[in-house]
């Protein structure tokens, strides 16, 4: 617990802070917490700056009156990105405790005000407000329920631009896609440019939590299909999309979800 007032600003030692990091690790995200690097041995180098970096013009430089929402947001470095534009309100929430303690502590030592929520994906209707930028970056693909997921966000939260991230597997092309086809023909599926979702059944990079990997068509289709529309795509796996209309009968709505009330 990291106790602070306006009276005495969170200003810890080198060394505690070394100690800390130490105590809340293993890190996903590497940090630079004054001097302090929390991943420096991370398989992906210097993540997630080196990403950041090849996408982060296409994020509004100021973000002045705008709200964000970071999902799955780890150990908090876009929500801190997205508080240093000058967001007027960044609340980013994640599944899993230990990585949003490492994300309390990393804000206290940069003295950014940053509330962190532990939630789910799947719960985030409960937050009853919609954000002008989602950032949905790097969870996708550890969802058991990936589709249900972009659906959700699209009905509860999203109000304006989508800011999307997956790992992708697969052929990069494109096939293009025909609105219906015969019940005989199948050559399309096999096409390297078809949307196909990989199901992962035990481990991807030894890790349990990979479940669904797309490539890169069936990362479009599904963004489309939930009701967002491409704008930006600065690197192969990240996308910024805003918020379309979704298809009405007979082209919608989607088959089984919502399934309750009005929307029935
Ligand atoms: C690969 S990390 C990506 C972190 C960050 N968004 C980024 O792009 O660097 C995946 C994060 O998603 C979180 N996560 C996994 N399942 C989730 C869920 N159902 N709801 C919210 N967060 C989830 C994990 O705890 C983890 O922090």
Known sequence: MVARSIHSPYRPSENEIRRRVEELGPWFHNLNLGGVMTAPTHFLGDYPNVKWRGFEHVVPESLEGKTVLDIGCNAGFYAMEMKRRGADRVVPIDSDPRYLEQARF???????DIQFEQL?????????????????MGVLYHLRHP???????????????LLFQTMQRGSPEIEPIEWDYDFWQADHFDAPGYPKLHFIEARYSGDVTNWWVPNRACSEAMLRSSGFDIVEHP??????????????????PRAVYPVRGDDA
């Open 106 to 112: 990393a804000a206290a030592v940069e003295g950014l």
């Open 120 to 136: 789910s994906v799947y719960e985030v209707g409960s937050l009853n407000e919609r954000f002008d930028l989602v950032i949905f």
């Open 147 to 161: 589709l249900l997921a972009l659906d959700l966000i699209r009905d509860n939260v999203a109000r304006d631009l």
């Open 235 to 252: 690197e192969p796996e990240v996308y910024l999309c805003r918020c379309v209309d979704l298809p009405q009968p007979p082209d919608g």
